[in-house]
Nanobody, 121 residues
Framework: DVQLQASGGGLVHTGGSLTLSCVAS????????VGWFRQAPGKERVGVSC????????QYIDAVKGRFTISRDNAKNMVYLQMKDLKPEDTAVYYC??????????????WGQGTLVTVSS
């Protein structure tokens, strides 16, 4: 079975840091781009960051540039999202997802369950 398992969420104060992890199984992980998305209460889910399959190119939305870092370890089927200088507006459920074209430019094929990040002011 295809699975994406996100973890690492929690409660932090403004300015704090967290690292989210996503472990994949059931598909050829290194053939996929992997993205992180988030959904804040009462809002739509939005893409936050993505890393491509081959050259590990990364993308970020403006709101997290300079604060979040995405990385992957294909040997472990893992993707990470290091988050620092967290702000209350980063509060959301974070999801990881895999995209089969590997480019971060197409629809995502597989989704994991979310992990909640809460940033208190």
């Amino acid at each position: 079975d295809v699975q994406l398992q996100a973890s690492g969420g929690g409660l932090v104060h403004t300015g704090g840091s967290l690292t989210l992890s996503c472990v994949a199984s059931g598909f050829r992980f290194d053939d996929y781009a992997v993205g992180w998305f988030r959904q804040a209460p009462g809002k739509e889910r939005v893409g936050v960051s993505c890393i491509t399959k081959r050259d590990f190119r990364t993308q970020y939305i403006d709101a997290v540039k300079g604060r979040f870092t995405i990385s992957r370890d294909n040997a472990k089927n893992m993707v990470y999202l290091q988050m620092k200088d967290l702000k209350p507006e980063d509060t959301a459920v974070y999801y990881c997802a895999a995209e089969s074209l590997g480019t971060c430019r197409s629809a995502y094929d597989y989704w994991g369950q979310g992990t909640l990040v809460t940033v208190s002011s």
